[in-house]
């Protein structure tokens, strides 16, 4: 039988209590984030059934969805204020971009292939998430244009920290990317403190690896 918007709305409802707040994300801003954005719409309809498992899940061109808890958790780690503009680089599914725009001023998100990109779009933009400019390119080179943002997040694997994402940082910006080898990797916390970058390193995590100059070849 084909589950219905209410049946969603209760599978989001179960997926919140039990794999979010049980797991200790506390956040009230982002559990509503997370409660009210339909995850089953960014996964093929083949999948949607499995769209509030407790795990990540293939969206085609061999990239993934997250796990719901780490989308949490990394939104949590970051804590996303009202008056942020903050930079995404791997927009993949828009899943996570949407949390985001719930959360800040702007999400700026960059993904290196152009029909996820475009699907992002489509799918954010008929959920009325509007707060959001998209692009695709090379996004371990950062936005072209220059900007500075008070927060990045980086949904993809990188072999080394990339220094053009550190520069984007405002002052007490801050930046999480997973950084280590293709199969491996620890979530890195950056703030930009003075002159100098201090960095954190959390959980071991295994995303899928970061396009372009600053990335896998």
Same mark, same amino acid.
């Given at each position: ?35 009210? $954005? ?10 949607q ?11 085609g061109h ?54 996820l ?29 220059q900007i ?44 930009? $403190?003075?002159?100098?970058? $201090? ?19």
């Open positions: 039988m084909p589950s219905t918007d209410e049946t969603f709305s209760q599978q989001r409802q179960n997926m919140v209590q039990q794999q979010i707040k049980a797991r200790g994300i506390k956040d009230s801003r982002i559990l509503s984030a997370l409660t009210n $954005v339909a995850r089953h719409a960014y996964v093929p309809q083949s999948r059934r499995l769209a509030y498992n407790d795990g990540p899940l293939p969206i061999q990239q993934t969805i997250s796990q719901p808890y780490i989308v949490a958790y990394m939104t949590a780690l970051l804590a996303p204020k009202a008056q942020d503009t903050i930079l995404e680089i791997g927009t993949g599914s828009g899943y996570q971009t949407a949390i985001l725009s719930l959360l800040c001023k702007h999400v700026f998100t960059i993904e290196f292939i152009p029909q990109a475009l699907k992002a779009k489509q799918i954010n933009d008929a959920s009325g998430y509007k707060n959001i400019t998209y692009l695709s390119a090379d996004g371990s080179m950062g936005w072209p244009a500075q943002f008070d927060a990045i997040m980086v949904t993809a694997a990188a072999p080394l920290t990339p220094q053009p994402l550190l520069q984007q940082l405002k002052p007490f910006g801050r930046m999480l990317i997973p950084v280590g080898e293709r199969f491996q990797q620890l979530l890195q916390y950056w703030q930009h $403190v003075g002159d100098e970058f $201090v960095k954190h390193e959390y959980l071991s995590v295994m995303f899928v690896p970061l396009k372009g100059q600053q990335g896998w070849q």
